[in-house]
């Protein structure tokens, strides 16, 4: 995280002006008594998708032992999130989703962008997705003890959480979005972004 520091955008949120990245300020979490960092959500989803992927052949290759790596959360990413907006777990307020329908017209209106299956649009820093991410993190948490329940999976042949983002949650999100949008394949919100979130 140290050596990605300098790449992340000035505009992002910052501490003691140094730009945290892949972390933004949750609205919902904010109190009067809130210090400035204590309503912010870390997701670094880049970073830990990156880490997940060296993790494996490190271990296999190098026989390296990462310690701690059974702390990593789940990816905040539009798959795993959108999986869980696509089976209704989280859904959109009224009032957010008419907010989203209307930046989607809006930015259907330049030329060049998507104007094909009609879906709420955001921006990374809007509450929706800050919460939507949030969300989807905490409830990949929740869901992996119950698919090792399910499958009845015990001790060492439970799926530990890259196990089932990968074979799991990302894969039944990418088929249900192209059932749900054929066209785009998308996920069922938009991001109006610079690329460099999802």
């Given at each position: 995280?140290?050596?990605?520091?300098?790449?992340?955008p000035?505009?992002?949120?910052?501490?003691?002006?140094?730009?945290?990245?892949?972390?933004?300020?949750?609205?919902?979490?904010?109190?009067?008594?809130?210090?400035?960092?204590?309503?912010?959500?870390?997701?670094?989803?880049?970073?830990?998708?990156?880490?997940?992927?060296?993790?494996?052949?490190?271990?296999?290759?190098?026989?390296?032992?990462?310690?701690?790596?059974?702390?990593?959360?789940?990816?905040?990413?539009?798959?795993?999130?959108?999986?869980?907006?696509?089976?209704?777990?989280?859904?959109?307020?009224?009032?957010d989703?008419?907010?989203?329908?209307?930046?989607?017209?809006?930015?259907?209106?330049?030329?060049?962008?998507?104007?094909?299956?009609?879906?709420?649009?955001?921006?990374?820093?809007?509450?929706?997705?800050?919460?939507?991410?949030?969300?989807?993190?905490?409830?990949?948490?929740?869901?992996?003890?119950?698919?090792?329940?399910?499958?009845?999976?015990?001790?060492?042949?439970?799926?530990?959480?890259?196990?089932?983002?990968?074979?799991?949650?990302?894969?039944?999100?990418?088929?249900i979005?192209?059932?749900?949008?054929?066209i785009?394949?998308?996920?069922?919100?938009?991001?109006?972004?610079?690329g460099?979130?999802?």
């Amino acid at each position: 995280m140290d050596g990605l520091g300098p790449i992340w955008p000035a505009t992002r949120t910052q501490i003691g002006g140094r730009s945290l990245g892949d972390a933004w300020p949750c609205t919902a979490l904010q109190t009067d008594q809130s210090s400035t960092w204590e309503h912010i959500v870390p997701f670094h989803k880049l970073s830990q998708w990156l880490t997940y992927s060296l993790i494996p052949p490190m271990q296999k290759l190098m026989g390296i032992h990462f310690a701690g790596a059974e702390l990593m959360t789940g990816l905040a990413e539009y798959r795993n999130g959108g999986l869980l907006m696509d089976t209704g777990l989280i859904l959109l307020r009224t009032e957010d989703a008419k907010r989203g329908l209307a930046l989607y017209q809006q930015n259907a209106q330049i030329e060049g962008q998507p104007n094909t299956e009609v879906v709420p649009m955001f921006t990374p820093d809007d509450g929706v997705i800050i919460e939507w991410r949030a969300l989807t993190v905490g409830f990949l948490d929740e869901l992996l003890p119950e698919v090792n329940k399910l499958l009845g999976l015990q001790g060492a042949k439970k799926l530990n959480l890259p196990q089932m983002l990968e074979a799991g949650t990302w894969k039944a999100g990418r088929e249900i979005a192209e059932i749900q949008r054929p066209i785009t394949r998308g996920p069922p919100i938009g991001l109006l972004s610079d690329g460099t979130v999802f």
